[in-house]
């Protein structure tokens, strides 16, 4: 199967660069299902409450060029997504600039959490989806270029967990706590709700490096990425970036399920070989270039010097996200009124990491992970 990737090199969130990308970008997509749409669905990333130059959610200048075109195009424009942690849908919306797209647009702003449930069978895995994909007749999906430090790079198929409702993620975290088996979980969303998803793009304008998805430093990368096969985005997205296939848990079998050779996709002839070479992307690969070399009975032991897990920094805000987000609780109040994570209890999904609205919750590594990452 071949593939095709559309790629923009743009420095500035400038409305009419915005514009015409987006023009080129979907005129070109050969799908009738865009066309003949009433409704679109534009499943943005709304990981939390976090402006826009945090570069943590997809930035609202990318979202209103996609706004106008399918308004133009006569649609009814649906922008939604399911939040984590426990802030409010509202107060998330207002934070990442999408109510002032409400304000200005004749839209409708969707929480993804309270729109209805489907519950699937995907891939062997017993999954809830929220229905509001299937009350669309097309879904763009728009994500955000950044690592990502469970699955090392988050882009079009991992922002298609905000498909999942609410606290249910919470749950899925607890259930899929490692990252194989949590990657596996991702590929059967995916094959689940594949056949809604009409085209997939990736702001990269401005990402993050370093310790993502909400922790890291903002990078102007300059490039908006897009195309109507998600696997094929993420490859060229994450190779640019400097990942190599097997650094992303899910992207092989994923690429796999589609049938898709990594040589047969297309890209632009200007951004073949392209890299950024000097992207921050070591913490979140290490892991899994190293244990690729350690046999599998030492596995267990290596894991206890080659480790990384979250502890609440000392500027931590007390807002308590953290506790409530939690998978399995190993979050607790403490006399002092500081929450403290518990080693033992902690299963590494880095939820708190990822939900922290301060960026307190910092990741602490082994010596061993600190010597790799020095001389890598």
Known sequence: MKSSV???KIDSYDPALLDLAIKDFLDSNRSSKLSKAKRVLIKTNALGAYAPERAVTTHPAVLEALIKYLLAKGKDVWLGDSPGGSLGFNHVFETCGYTALAE?????LVNLSTSGTRELISDGYPLRVSDAIWRCGAVINVAKYKTHSLMAFTGALKNLY?????MVKTEYHKEYPDTKSFASMLVALYLATRSRITYSIIDGIVGMEGAGPAAGNPR???????SSSIPALDLVASRIMGFRINDIPYL??????DGILPSSVWIPTSFRGYRIEDAQIMTAKLSSD???FVPRFAAKSFKKIYDTRPMVGPQCQKCGVCVKGCPVKAIAWQEDGYPLIDPGMCIKCMCCHELCP????EIKQSWLVKTLERFS
């Open 290 to 292: 190293a244990l690729k």
């Open 220 to 226: 102007s990368f300059g490039l908006l990425f897009g």
């Open 252 to 257: 092989f079998d994923a690429l796999h399920k």
């Open 358 to 361: 301060y960026q307190k919750i």
């Open 104 to 108: 200005k647009y004749p839209i409708k």
């Open 6 to 8: 559309k790629i923009r």
């Open 162 to 166: 905000g498909l999942v409702p609410g």
